[in-house]
């Protein structure tokens, strides 16, 4: 879903790049009304499936977070502080999940005794999250244009949301992976004879051979 994710913003980056260009090209030339056509809805087209694929990732991300906090947390043989229904809420509420994921994953990595290890992927990762968020809202505020001008600086927005948005999910992936290279187990039972206090021991081995014979194999 990830790998899905960041290759359906890459195109959408792509095709608005293409739609800039055209824009220019329309400046002095005047292009075929199929082609601005394609070159308009294509653009909608890629931007709708951005949109349900980062709706996907989040669901996914989200039913990931919840197994991995689960494992880990019974690695120590307890149950995860936090209820489902409240990861759920935080990792999938507009707003809420521009603050709350970073505090689940921050308790996963310490859970795992990772956080170390991990602490600038985190950070990193999110204010990926908060530009991206940032850009497509200025990209959407100004997704409205009545001049060439305004449509083709909307474009560029657009351009620039795409690819911080894809820089994100890339930041995601890497986090991902950084938690799964290192499985979560629980730890194996040793099991160790322990001899009897209350039984009492002879002072020394009772012979069973007779005097005189050689000891028994």
Known sequence: MLITTIAVFGVA??????????????????????????????AVVASVGAMFAIVGTYLVLTEWLLARRATAFAHYYQG??????????????????LV??????????????KYRHLRRLIWAWWVLLLLS????????????????QGIADNT???????????????????????FERT??????????????ANQSRPDSPTAVEREGQEPAA
Not at 106 to 111: H, M, Q
Not at 183 to 196: I, L, S, T
């Open 13 to 42: 980056a792509l095709l608005h790049i293409v739609r800039y260009a055209l824009l220019i090209v329309n400046r002095g030339v005047l292009l075929n009304s199929v082609v601005a056509g394609l070159a308009t809805w294509v």
């Open 80 to 97: 995860d502080p936090r209820p489902a229904w409240e990861l759920r809420v935080g990792c999938l509420a507009p707003l809420m999940n």
């Open 100 to 113: 709350l994921p970073l505090t689940y994953v921050v308790e996963l990595a310490a859970a795992e005794e």
């Open 133 to 148: 968020f940032a850009a497509s809202m200025f990209a959407a505020a100004t997704s409205f244009p009545d001049n060439t």
């Open 156 to 178: 560029v927005s657009f351009v620039v949301a795409y690819l911080l948005g894809m820089a994100a999910v890339v930041a995601t992936a890497r986090l991902v992976f950084a």
């Open 183 to 196: 499985p979560v187990e629980r730890p194996a039972h040793r099991w160790v004879v322990v001899p009897d």
